[in-house]
């Protein structure tokens, strides 16, 4: 019965929360997701949005955490 029961958590940890674009201006991506740091994840977000914008690559700058929330948001520059 223990088995059944943890089953469900485990299966919840190992989802990928994809990161959200929350502010671009065409010199700096932010994103925001759940994650604690820099994950390929968010660069590749950055990367793709950077390059839809005309440049030709996203390089990580900062993180801010919110504690009430539980979200991060990562700044990226595009160069």
Do not use: W
């Not at 440049?55 to 700058?61: G, L, V």
């Amino acid at each position: 019965m223990r088995f059944v029961l943890a089953l469900p958590i485990v299966a919840l940890s190992a989802c990928v929360t994809t990161p959200v674009v929350s502010d671009y201006n065409g010199a700096s991506v932010k994103l925001v997701d759940y994650a604690s740091g820099k994950t390929p994840e968010n660069q590749a977000e950055a990367t793709r949005i950077c390059k839809a914008g005309g440049k030709q690559r996203a390089e990580y700058a900062s993180s801010s955490y919110n504690s009430y929330t539980y979200q991060s948001q990562h700044l990226y520059l595009c160069l």
